[in-house]
């Protein structure tokens, strides 16, 4: 992939800045783990391979956000969540002939045939405009996309398998190539005259169907089979007038003729949410409580529905530690949201924010988190009167952190990564202090190879030859890890800056509290 994308920006197809983000460097294997499918027998696992870190994973990201912008509109079937399919089966009359079905597709993901969906991909970027705005040929970009998806490797249990056909559950590529292949499908329903359903409403995988009762229903199943060799469908039709699709229960309503829908439970839903004595801050709390009240008021129909939801969400919450006081303050922010949402002249107010925007994440540890979080905004709101900051929490140490690793399997590989590091000097107390995307005995390597061939531009190997001094490479301390590349960076600054009298090399990032 590395010798292709090289290639590529020989011959000027694509610039430096994009070459260093989608070529790889010190990449790690992707890795498989399951997730336990509970309602279904013999609780089958969700396979999904873990992308990240992986040779092809920049290179998934990238063109998963050029497919994004490049497609114009969704079909008409499809719906992004569980609001938008409220909007659109409460507008639908019913009538008494009418049956509820609906299908999902059998483990879509590794049944996508990934040739298929790259050709379609590139139909629908080429055949729509012979030079969309993206800086590929056509060819060029189907020999990128086979190299983002095809033939992946992956670990799992310690052994490496690869993926010879599908795509990727926890591939950026994984859900696009499988939605422009399904919404392929769906064309061939237009060729059906009869025995057609009277909706279609489909979000991912999932599919709502209105037939009536003279319709073969089985026949229909029997046909969209035929569909792909691939691809099966298994449906599941309403009982008592009720059906289950997504988070949603739609009930059929004799009286009014018409569906209404209600927050639908899993049978294994067990009403255990965030506790309200655990070590999370206060804002996550009330936040759990908004999106409750948000998620009932956009999918309960009636006014009795959402009162009966309301009250079950109040007792939930008392029965997990919640305040009344709370519950009142985040029913009253829900609904002040759900408001704007469904009033369309707050939606279209003209914004006249002039403050600049700064996000900032500090791990919760507790009430000393709080305040210095207060403390923070202070000191910016005095000194930087336009700008608002908006700081976030992020977990400390979680069950997560323990388990996930094994669940996954651990990958020594990524141990020794993405880290700011510190060389010392033989023959006196200055050192070298810098940062790696890479492994950490590869950078050393280099370091040496630097020495040994007497760069210039290495720092270094000017002190070494200025001084005559030698580096204990093999002794290079690791001073603190960190994955992303801005936030390394400045941290490497903030050591160097600590000790600018004994560091060899310069504060790479000017940061204004440095003076």
């Given at each position: 992939m590395n010798?292709?994308?090289?290639?590529?920006?020989?011959?000027?197809?694509?610039?430096?800045?994009?070459?260093?983000?989608?070529?790889?460097?010190?990449?790690?294997?992707?890795?498989?783990?399951?997730?336990?499918?509970v309602l279904k027998l013999n609780y089958p696992l969700r396979p999904i391979?873990?992308?990240?870190?992986?040779?092809?994973?920049?290179?998934?990201?990238?063109?998963?956000?050029?497919?994004?912008?490049?497609?114009?509109?969704?079909?008409p079937s499809y719906i992004r969540d569980s609001f938008e399919f409220v909007k659109k089966i409460i507008k639908v009359n019913d009538s008494k002939d009418q049956v509820m079905i609906s299908f999902d597709v059998d483990s879509l993901y590794t049944n996508v045939p990934v040739n298929e969906a790259i050709n379609l991909t590139l139909d629908m970027l080429y055949k729509r405009s012979s030079s969309p705005p993206i800086p590929f040929n056509r060819s060029r970009l189907k020999q990128l996309l086979e190299l983002a998806v095809s033939n992946t490797p992956f670990r799992f249990l310690q052994k490496t398998y690869i993926?010879?056909?599908?795509?990727?559950?926890?591939?950026?590529?994984?859900?696009?190539?499988?939605?422009?292949?399904?919404?392929?499908?769906?064309?061939?329903?237009?060729?059906?005259?009869?025995?057609?359903?009277?909706?279609?409403?489909?979000?991912?995988?999932?599919?709502?169907?209105?037939?009536?009762?003279?319709?073969?229903?089985?026949?229909?199943?029997?046909?969209?089979?035929?569909?792909?060799?691939?691809?099966?469908?298994?449906?599941?039709?309403?009982?008592?007038?009720?059906?289950a699709f997504l988070d949603v229960l739609v009930i059929r309503d004799n009286t009014t003729n018409k569906y209404v829908t209600i927050v639908?439970?899993?049978?294994?839903?067990?009403?255990?949410?965030?506790?309200?004595?655990?070590?999370?801050?206060?804002?996550?709390?009330?936040?759990?409580?908004?999106?409750?009240?948000?998620?009932?008021?956009?999918?309960?129909?009636?006014?009795?529905?959402?009162?009966?939801?309301?009250?079950?969400?109040k007792h939930t919450l008392k029965t997990n530690g919640y305040p009344d006081h709370l519950i009142r303050r985040?029913?009253?922010?829900?609904?002040?949201?759900?408001?704007?949402?469904?009033?369309?002249?707050?939606?279209?107010?003209?914004?006249?924010?002039?403050?600049?925007?700064?996000?900032?994440?500090?791990?919760?540890?507790?009430?000393?988190s709080t305040i210095l979080?207060?403390?923070?905004?202070?000191?910016?709101?005095?000194?930087?009167?336009?700008?608002?900051?908006?700081?976030?929490?992020?977990?400390?140490?979680?069950?997560?952190?323990?388990?996930?690793?094994?669940?996954?399997?651990?990958?020594?590989?990524?141990?020794d990564k993405k880290l700011v590091y510190k060389i010392p000097c033989n023959n006196c107390n200055k050192y070298y202090i810098g940062e790696t995307n890479r492994d950490k005995p590869t950078r050393m390597k280099e370091h040496q190879k630097d020495i040994k061939n007497l760069s210039d531009s290495s720092n270094v190997v000017k002190h070494?030859?200025?001084?005559?001094?030698?580096?204990?490479?093999?002794?290079?301390?690791?001073?603190?890890?960190?994955?992303k590349w801005n936030r390394r960076v400045i941290k490497e600054s903030l050591y160097t800056h600590q000790s600018l009298d004994q560091s060899l090399n310069d504060v790479k990032f000017k940061l204004n509290v440095f003076g």
């Open positions: 010798n292709y994308i090289s290639k590529l920006l020989k011959d000027k197809v694509i610039d430096k800045q994009l070459y260093w983000r989608i070529h790889s460097t010190s990449s790690s294997l992707a890795t498989m783990y399951g997730q336990p499918k391979i873990s992308s990240i870190d992986s040779y092809n994973h920049e290179l998934s990201k990238y063109f998963a956000e050029i497919i994004k912008s490049n497609r114009t509109s969704s079909p993926q010879c056909d599908g795509v990727a559950m926890g591939s950026p590529l994984g859900p696009i190539l499988a939605d422009i292949f399904v919404t392929n499908l769906e064309t061939k329903l237009n060729k059906f005259s009869t025995n057609k359903p009277s909706l279609w409403i489909r979000y991912v995988d999932d599919i709502f169907c209105l037939f009536t009762k003279k319709q073969d229903i089985d026949d229909f199943l029997e046909r969209i089979n035929k569909w792909h060799k691939n691809i099966r469908f298994a449906k599941e039709e309403e009982i008592d007038g009720k059906l639908y439970r899993k049978p294994t839903d067990t009403n255990l949410y965030l506790l309200y004595d655990s070590n999370q801050c206060r804002k996550y709390k009330l936040g759990l409580i908004r999106t409750l009240v948000i998620r009932i008021l956009l999918i309960c129909s009636t006014i009795t529905h959402k009162d009966n939801e309301l009250t079950l969400m985040g029913i009253c922010e829900g609904e002040v949201i759900v408001n704007k949402i469904n009033n369309k002249k707050n939606n279209q107010q003209q914004k006249t924010q002039t403050k600049q925007n700064i996000y900032f994440t500090l791990t919760y540890y507790g009430l000393e979080a207060r403390r923070i905004k202070h000191i910016i709101q005095k000194f930087m009167p336009l700008t608002n900051i908006n700081i976030a929490f992020k977990k400390s140490f979680t069950l997560k952190n323990i388990f996930l690793p094994i669940q996954k399997g651990k990958d020594k590989t990524t141990k070494a030859i200025e001084q005559k001094h030698t580096f204990k490479v093999d002794q290079a301390e690791t001073l603190t890890f960190e994955s």
